[in-house]
């Protein structure tokens, strides 16, 4: 059984050897990953000596972790937080006060989702199977993604799937959904992906409810927030010549590390490895489609 069939439950890890060289990975020092998901990028940094405290808001995630990496925890090799990435500083001090654990050699964020998350239609993040139109990451959020299309005015409802969607058709979709609130509101993923189908028509590859899908889930778990939150809190608890580095799938959450490394480098805080972004390699789209809008940056910290 590969590695990452084993670790990964079939979630394919995007740009992990791009990420690791960006992170210069050293033995017995402490690392961060942002999002554990199923655990491909801890494994690998785990594999290469380090050490890691691994975020992740989604419970299951968690649960996959502690089922299946024991031996690492055991031997405090690796302590999994179940918290969003945006209270890493709260954390962090916890833990160095209760684990006496040195600074941080680097801070790792995949912002995508892991392939169980979209394959599990009580999940809702997906239409290709029907489900609840939920897109809670944290089970634990009050707001899932049926309450906003019932609670947003119809002008709110156009502007967040444009803004966090790029969804040029998104004033026709918030009409379409608004409309639906005083008949059926939608309750299912492929009632909505349906409904958005019959407003717009299919443009190229994507499913005309895609970027709508995108917006929502966005929206809901308030991802660009979090980023925006965490960003600095990770440049603050690297140490010295210590790396941050970001994987971005969507234009929003590239343009926030983009702004932010190019602002600290300005500030004197550090320089970027790479002036742009690094895209993944023919031969990993290949294998990884979803990887196709994938983008890596990375951050040093400057003594």
Known sequence: MSED????????????????????VTANSWYIDGTFGR???????????GNVIAFDCDQDAIAFGEANFVDQIAKGQL???NQNFDKLREIWFKLKSERKIPEISGV??????????????????????????????????????????????????????????????????????YGHRTSVPFQTTQHLASAIARVKPRIGHLHPATKTFQALRIAVNSELDSI?????QALE????NGRLVTISFHEGEDRLAKHNFVAWMKQGKGQMLEKKAVSPTEEELTHNQRARSAKLRAFIKHE
């Open 5 to 24: 069939t084993q670790h990964d439950q079939e979630h394919i890890s995007v740009m992990k050897s791009e990420a690791l060289e960006a992170l210069q």
């Open 39 to 49: 655990g491909g990028h801890t494994f690998a940094i785990l594999e290469q000596g």
């Open 79 to 81: 302590i999994l937080v």
């Open 108 to 177: 790792l964020f995949d912002f995508g989702l892991s392939s169980p998350q979209l394959a599990d239609a009580d999940r809702g993040f997906s239409f290709q199977t029907d489900g609840p139109l939920d897109m809670r990451m944290d089970k634990r959020l009050g707001v899932q993604a049926k309450d906003l299309l019932v609670i947003l005015p119809e002008k709110q409802l156009a502007e967040m799937i444009w803004l966090y969607g790029g969804e040029e058709y998104s004033k026709k979709i918030a009409k379409m959904i």
């Open 228 to 232: 925006e939150t965490a960003l600095p």
């Open 237 to 240: 608890i690297l140490k010295p």
